[in-house]
T-cell receptor, first 115, second 113 residues
Framework: KAGVTQTPRYLIKTRGQQVTLSCSPI?????VSWYQQTPGQGLQFLFE???????NKGNFPGRFSGRQFSNSRSEMNVSTLELGDSALYLC??????????????FGPGTRLTVL | QKEVEQNSGPLSVPEGAIASLNCTYS??????FFWYRQYSGKSPELIMF????GDKEDGRFTAQLNKASQYVSLLIRDSQPSDSATYLC?????????????FGSGTRLLVRP
């Protein structure tokens, strides 16, 4: 079974631009979560989608948004990029619907650099 | 108080020794606990999960959970240089059904040859 895939793997943008990252979960998985990882803050939860619905959102500004499609693929968008948005963005997939007895599997991540 | 706390390390052990990694959490409602390994520049890789009090063994890895004391630990027996990585403890948010994992800051493990 193929793992979680994320595209692109690397991205360089300048301040003020916007970016869209894509994630394809493991086949059969319906939950997709997004995390931001930086050296200073560690792994921080961004949002989680299940069946095209956002079920939870982390403490990030509205510039960060996402969506999930009917095939469970997900995208996240960051508008008006800031230098502090430079990070590794990780997508994780799970079978769903409940997190209490399930496991998240991470994709390889997208390394975003904002200049 | 952080929700999930880990000693950042580095924890340095000689090859063949037992490495002991610890994690404490604040949410008494937490039911499941995960250990991920992350090599530098790579994404987190699931090593083990544990739901019940006590020990759970998988190869060279043993997870230990004590819900009364709110800590979970990971023991790595016969440590190898290839085990050198950052180990992340993660606890799902117990307030809803979504997959919000709360991560500790990670413990960096160095296994000396």
């Amino acid at each position: 079974k193929a793992g979680v895939t994320q595209t692109p793997r690397y991205l360089i943008k300048t301040r003020g631009q916007q970016v869209t990252l894509s994630c394809s979960p493991i086949s059969g998985h319906r939950s997709v979560s997004w995390y931001q990882q930086t050296p200073g803050q560690g792994l921080q939860f961004l949002f989680e989608y299940f069946s095209e619905t956002q079920r939870n959102k982390g403490n990030f500004p509205g510039r960060f948004s996402g969506r999930q499609f009917s095939n469970s693929r997900s995208e996240m968008n960051v508008s008006t990029l800031e230098l502090g948005d430079s990070a590794l963005y990780l997508c994780a997939s799970s079978q769903g619907p409940s997190a209490s007895a399930d496991t998240q599997y991470f994709g390889p991540g997208t390394r975003l650099t904002v200049l | 108080q952080k929700e999930v706390e880990q000693n950042s390390g580095p924890l340095s052990v000689p090859e063949g020794a037992i490495a002991s990694l610890n994690c404490t959490y604040s949410d008494r409602g937490s039911q499941s606990f995960f250990w991920y390994r992350q090599y530098s520049g790579k994404s987190p890789e699931l090593i083990m999960f544990i739901y019940s009090n006590g020990d759970k063994e998988d190869g060279r890895f043993t997870a230990q959970l004590n819900k009364a004391s709110q800590y979970v630990s990971l023991l790595i027996r016969d440590s190898q240089p290839s085990d050198s990585a950052t180990y992340l403890c993660a606890v799902p948010n117990s307030m809803d059904s979504s997959y919000k994992l709360i991560f500790g800051s990670g413990t960096r493990l160095l296994v000396r040859p």
